[in-house]
């Protein structure tokens, strides 16, 4: 999955590079600048001291000493002065820069605080949108797994009307008992699929769906790539999966994907509801509604959303696992 959403102290990550959110001084500060000086050790700020500065949304590197990280890219985010002296596009520059650093120094894995949204005051829920975006964005074009780190729960909204509107969302869907296993629920489908097949004057596209019964999770899921005319890695990227699992999920007709897997695919392709339940179903899934994961997801295809980093915001907010693989 190439964008995580961890909550964690960033100076534990080990990764190729973390990335620091500094000041123009490169001199130190309080806040993760504070947390990471203090646990790479006094050579850090001897080679902070070195590199003369940097400029805001810009970012340079040093090595990360007694961090478990190799590197360290120091980049300086916009203060917020309420939003009109043009603090999103520095604030998009700051994780611009850091990745294409990370990128010419071959790190593989990177990790971000939220840039900016402590002491440089930037709305939290603003800032992690710009976060999210950014990185998504980069990620489109480049193979790199990015961690974003949360430090506190408190520092980690999505929008109150969003969140209010999700949590509507699961009181009214959400039912208490348990639904019937995964094979239960299949054996259903199916037999309501068969049923509906023998029936006499069956339309026409009811036989073609029944033809597709015996269609694969796979089979169905590249042929669906086909008609929506993307290309295999626009579509496992916009599903947040990694090259490697969709490899196998092409290569084996009868790979049967976990469940977030297949509704990652789902909100890639923009499946209508009843399409993304059709996809889940020949993974041998259905959405439950004994299940938040499984309503959010829901309530976003419902209102046609598909942007698995939001839904992913959603999920991290509702303390749910996160869609991809
Ligand atoms: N690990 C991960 N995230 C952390 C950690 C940590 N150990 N400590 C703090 N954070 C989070 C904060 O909760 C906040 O969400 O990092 C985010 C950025 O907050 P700041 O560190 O205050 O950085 P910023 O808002 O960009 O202000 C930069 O603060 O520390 C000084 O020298 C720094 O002058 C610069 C200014």
């Known amino acids: ?36 000086h203090r646990a790479a050790g006094p050579e850090l700020l001897a080679e ?12 340079k590197l040093t090595k990360g000493y ?35 650093l990370a990128l010419e120094q071959d790190c593989r894995t990177v990790a971000f605080p939220l840039i900016s949204s402590g002491v440089y005051g930037y709305p939290k829920d603003q800032a992690l949108k710009v976060a999210v975006d950014t990185i998504g964005d980069f990620l489109l074009a480049n193979d790199m797994t990015v961690y974003l780190v949360i430090f506190d729960r408190a520092a980690y909204t999505i929008g109150s009307r969003l969140f ?3 949590a509507a ?44 019964l015996d269609e694969s999770f796979s089979q169905m899921l590249l042929r669906k790539i086909d008609e929506k005319g993307m290309t295999d890695a626009q579509c496992y990227k916009k599903a947040n999966i ?49 299940s938040k994961f499984d309503i959010i997801v829901e309530y976003f295809i419902a209102h046609q959303n598909y942007n698995i980093f ?9 303390d749910q696992s996160l869609l991809g693989g």
């Open 242 to 290: 990694d090259r490697k699992l969709f490899s196998k999920i092409r290569s084996d007709v009868h790979y049967k994907p976990s469940k977030p897997t297949a509704m990652a695919f789902a909100i890639a392709l923009e499946l209508p509801l009843d399409q993304a339940r059709q996809l889940l179903e020949k993974a041998g899934f259905a959405f439950s509604h004994a």
């Open 48 to 59: 902070c001291r070195t590199l003369g500065g940097c400029k805001t949304g810009c970012a």
């Open 169 to 212: 969302y699961i009181d009214d869907c959400y039912v208490e008992q348990h639904t019937e296993s995964r094979e239960e629920e299949y054996r259903r489908a199916m037999a309501f699929a068969c049923a509906q097949a023998a029936a006499p004057g069956v339309p026409e596209g009811l036989n073609q769906a029944v033809e597709r």
């Open 1 to 36: 999955m190439p964008l995580h959403i961890v909550r964690n102290d960033i100076t534990a990550m080990k990764v190729d590079a973390i990335v620091n959110a500094a000041n123009e001084s490169l001199l130190g500060g309080g806040g993760v600048d504070g947390a990471i």
């Open 310 to 318: 939001e839904i992913n915001e959603a999920l991290f907010a509702f």
């Open 164 to 166: 209010a509107d999700i």
């Open 66 to 100: 007694r961090l478990p990280a190799r590197f360290v890219i120091h980049t300086v985010g916009p203060i917020w002065r309420g939003g009109g002296h043009g603090e999103r596009e520095l604030l998009v520059s700051a994780y611009r820069s850091s990745l294409e």
